[in-house]
């Protein structure tokens, strides 16, 4: 069962601040849920929560987690690491160390790489008006989102990124591409890449998934 937080609880419990429209933002629950750790998730957004979300990141940017005393963390790998440490060896989604963890690492990059070209390819189409989007620069985001999936799709040689067990490469994976196909759906259609469509199929049928789901 995934903990919530509840406002009758007495003790602190981390706070979680952006949308689950952000793979940045989602990941981090997810990976919050798989250890179960409580959180209160605050879906602030950039742009229409601009000033509540500098209170937490100066930079404005999401995600932030606001720890059980008061500090606050921002950027999900910054977040994720903690998290990790908090979890423990035992639990951790990566390694403190050795060649799987370079290996999830690597997986992560990519990952998250996509995940950049996808949100500049979504504010270059969604927030701009349309005589002002650079085809050519769209164009190229696209291609590189493609190509990204595209080497996900080639290190996925198992059940899962690193084999039999799931690791945070699959949960940045799995996020990143279900938020593309909430948002962008032509950049990552079914039946493209059949190896990442049974992962994110796994995926979001795990509770710690399904309720981040954006929207």
């Known amino acids: ?62 995600p932030a987690l606001v720890l059980d005393n008061g500090e606050a963390l921002v950027d999900s790998s910054a977040i994720i690491d903690f998290l990790d440490e908090r979890a423990g060896e035992a639990k951790s989604l990566t390694p403190r160390s050795g060649e799987k963890r370079r290996r999830i690492i690597a997986v992560v990059a990519i990952a998250l790489g996509t995940a950049d070209k996808y949100v500049a390819a979504f504010y270059e189409t969604k927030k701009r008006p349309e005589s002002h989007v650079w085809r050519p620069w769209l164009d190229r985001l696209e291609q590189q989102v493609r190509q990204g999936l595209d080497a996900l799709e080639a290190r996925l040689v198992g059940p899962y990124m690193m084999g039999s067990e799931m690791t945070q490469a699959d949960v940045t994976t799995a996020v990143v591409i279900d938020t593309i196909r909430f948002d962008m759906a032509h950049l990552a259609p079914v039946g493209v890449r059949p190896k990442l469509d049974d992962l994110v199929r796994r995926a979001m049928a795990l509770k710690a998934f399904a309720a981040t789901a954006p929207g």
């Open 1 to 62: 069962m995934i903990p919530r937080a509840s406002a009758s609880r007495p003790d602190p419990v981390m706070k979680l601040v952006g949308g689950y429209d952000s793979p940045f933002v989602r990941r981090v629950a997810v990976t919050m849920n798989l250890y179960g750790m409580p959180f209160d998730h605050a879906p602030l957004e950039t742009v229409a929560d601009t000033p509540a979300v500098e209170a937490v990141n100066p930079l404005g940017r999401i």
